[in-house]
């Protein structure tokens, strides 16, 4: 059974992995022996991570990519392969979380979130996807969010989930396109975790108290607590499931 989550030689491509969640992610899958590409903008923060994986005992290869550039996004994929030779693994992470008011949203700021959480969503899984459809095999994890499913009382961020909406919606259709590759497309979709994106709002009184009334678990996730979801998506353990989306919210979508 433990088999089954085993990543050894298997290579993992991890974007926004600069700070918050996809530090957690990249850590996850070098734990299960994946060697693991981290990818961001900020250099000098991916190079403390790569000593980190390192010291796990997996290779670790650190690249600077705005995901919002196609051609980096295509320079960062061919670096992989010819450092590497395959990628088996992306997690599709990077992201940004801005609360703005709708009546006030101009053109830019919505673009802004829909063009990092969306449209760069689908430029790295199409860039990665054709590596996979020639080596026919390949496991793509997307990073929703329970605003994938659902808003938030009061609050303003309809470009946020607009974005996490159709990151659902492309996992789906990603998923139905790319079956007959042996490719699984899914999605994750955390509810709230420590990070960057939430530091300013994560212990606050208000949302603290609309967790206690919205979550059952009354509770932030807490760091770990997405690994499982991970490991699963991105392992053989899930080889016959796809177009899927794992809530990892403490049972706030359950209600
Ligand atoms: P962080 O702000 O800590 O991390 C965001 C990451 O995205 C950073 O590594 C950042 O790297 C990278 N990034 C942002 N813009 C770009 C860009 N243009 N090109 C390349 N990388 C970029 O936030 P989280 O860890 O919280 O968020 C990670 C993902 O998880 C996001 O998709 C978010 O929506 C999702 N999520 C988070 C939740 C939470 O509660 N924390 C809940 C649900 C979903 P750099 O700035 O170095 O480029």
Known sequence: MSGLFDLKGKVALVTGASSGLGVQFAKALARQGADVVIAAR???????VKKE????????????????????????????KSAFGKIDILINNAGIGKG?????????????????????????AREVGKVMIEQKYGKIVNIGSIHSMVAMPGSPIS??????????????????????????VNAIGPAYFPSEMTKDVIETEGLLGAIQILCPMGRPGR???????????????????????????????AI
């Open 42 to 48: 900020r250099v000098e923060k991916l190079e403390n």
């Open 223 to 253: 760091e770990g607590e997405l690994d499982g979801a991970i490991v699963y998506f991105a392992s053989d353990a899930s080889s016959y499931t796809t177009g899927q989306y794992l809530a990892v919210d403490g049972g706030w979508t």
């Open 100 to 124: 703005i008011p709708a009546e006030s949203q101009t053109d830019e700021e919505w673009r802004e979130t829909l063009r990092i959480n969306c449209d760069s969503v689908y430029y790295v």
């Open 53 to 80: 994986i390192e010291a796990m005992g997996v290779r670790c290869m650190a690249i600077k990519c705005d995901v919002l550039i196609t051609s980096e996004i295509t320079a960062m994929v061919s670096e992989i």
């Open 159 to 184: 470009a946020y989930c607009t974005s996490k909406g159709a990151v659902l919606m492309m996992t789906k259709a990603l998923a139905n396109e790319w079956a007959k590759y042996n490719i699984t």
